[in-house]
C-alpha cells in the first residue's frame, strides 16, 4: 500500500492591518501591579497580543465556573496574525472549548467531546487561525509547567502563537510564549470593536413622547 | 483510484495537498501531513466538518471524497 503523497503547499499571506486603537484597548483587570506597569510602559509601541472583550470573558467565566470544585478548564484561542509596520501581532476574537477530562492539575479535551469542539469551529463565523491555547491553575498561579511547554513546543511553535494561564482563585492572568526553547511572557491588551463600546454615541436625545389619544386608544 | 484532499493546518493556516489511497488510514494522513510540516502527529486529530476522522479508520471507512477538506486540529494538554 502506498503512503499519502503531498503533491503541493500553500502557506499562508500575513497582511499589514492597524491594531486596534488604543481608545478600544485597556489592560486586564486581573493585572499584577507589576504587568500593570509593563502594560503602560508598552502601550506607545503596541502589543503582539490583543484579545477581545467577548474572548476574554468567555475564558474568565470558564476559569471561574470550574475554580470552586478546584478544576483546570482549557480551549483554543482562535484569531489571526497581521503586519503592523513589519512588526507581527495576533488577535484573539474568539475561543472554543468542550467537555473536557480535567483534575486540579491536569486538562485535556474529552476524547468522546472533539465533536462537539468541531461544531463549535464550524460556527465560529470568521476565518480563524488557532492562535494558541488558555487554560487555568485554580489556585497555583499562572506560570508554565513542564506539561505545558510540551505542549507550547509540541503545537505552538510559532513566535505568535500563544499560551494564557489564568488563575481564578488568585484572579490571575498571564500570556506566554515561545522564544527558541526559553518561555517568555507577554504584554497584552484586551480590545473591543466599536459596536461593543458602552459609550459608543456620546450624545442620547430625549424622546419625546407621541401626544396622539387616537393612537394610544387603538393600541389598548 | 487515488482520491485528492487538503489538508489544512488550523494552528498555521498552511495546506497540503495530498493523494490517498483507499485503503490508507486517518492516521497515514496526519502522520504524513505533521510530517511534512515536522510536528508531532500524536497531539493533532484530523475533522471532516464537524466529524472526528479516527485514526485507524481507513479513507474508504471514513467516507473521504474527492476534493475533500480536511483540518488538523491541535490537542493540547495543561497541567
Known amino acids: ?52 472583550k467577548v474572548a476574554e470573558e468567555k475564558m474568565r467565566n470558564h476559569s471561574l465556573h470550574f475554580a470552586e470544585m478546584q478544576k483546570e478548564v482549557m480551549g483554543l484561542l482562535l484569531g489571526w496574525i497581521y503586519k503592523n509596520g513589519g512588526k507581527e501581532y495576533s488577535i484573539v476574537k474568539d475561543v472554543v472549548t468542550t467537555d473536557l477530562e480535567s483534575s486540579s492539575v491536569h486538562v485535556r479535551f474529552d476524547r468522546n467531546a472533539f465533536e462537539k469542539l468541531f461544531v463549535s469551529l464550524e460556527e465560529v463565523g470568521f476565518n480563524y487561525l488557532v492562535v494558541g491555547w488558555y487554560h487555568s491553575h485554580p489556585g497555583y498561579g499562572c506560570f508554565m509547567s513542564s506539561t505545558d511547554v510540551y505542549t507550547q ?68 | 483510484m487515488p482520491l485528492r484532499v487538503k489538508v489544512r493546518n488550523a494552528e498555521s493556516g498552511a495546506t497540503v495537498e495530498m493523494e490517498l489511497e483507499g485503503e490508507n488510514t486517518i492516521d497515514d494522513i496526519i502522520e504524513g501531513a505533521a510530517g511534512y510540516w515536522e510536528k508531532d502527529a500524536g497531539a493533532y486529530v484530523l475533522r471532516r466538518g464537524k466529524r472526528l476522522l479516527r485514526g485507524q479508520q481507513t479513507v474508504a471507512e471514513a467516507g473521504i471524497l474527492n476534493n475533500d477538506e480536511l483540518e488538523l486540529i491541535p490537542d493540547p494538554e495543561g497541567g
Request: net charge positive; proline share 7%.
Open chain 1, 153 to 220: 513546543r509540541s503545537l505552538f511553535k510559532s513566535s505568535w502563537h500563544t499560551a494564557i494561564v489564568i488563575d481564578p482563585v488568585n484572579k490571575e492572568i498571564k500570556a506566554f510564549y515561545l522564544d527558541g526553547r526559553a518561555i517568555k511572557t507577554r504584554n497584552f491588551a484586551i480590545y473591543w470593536d466599536e459596536y461593543e463600546n458602552p459609550y459608543y454615541g456620546t450624545r442620547v436625545k430625549k424622546r419625546e413622547l407621541r401626544s396622539d389619544p387616537d393612537r394610544v386608544a387603538s393600541s389598548q
Open chain 1, 1 to 52: 500500500m502506498k503512503q499519502p503523497r503531498i503533491l503541493g503547499a500553500e502557506e499562508i499571506r500575513i497582511e499589514e492591518r492597524q491594531p486596534p486603537p488604543s481608545e478600544r484597548t485597556k489592560p486586564h483587570k486581573w493585572l499584577s501591579a507589576k504587568d500593570l506597569e509593563e502594560f503602560k510602559r508598552q502601550e506607545k509601541e503596541g502589543y503582539e497580543l490583543y484579545i477581545s
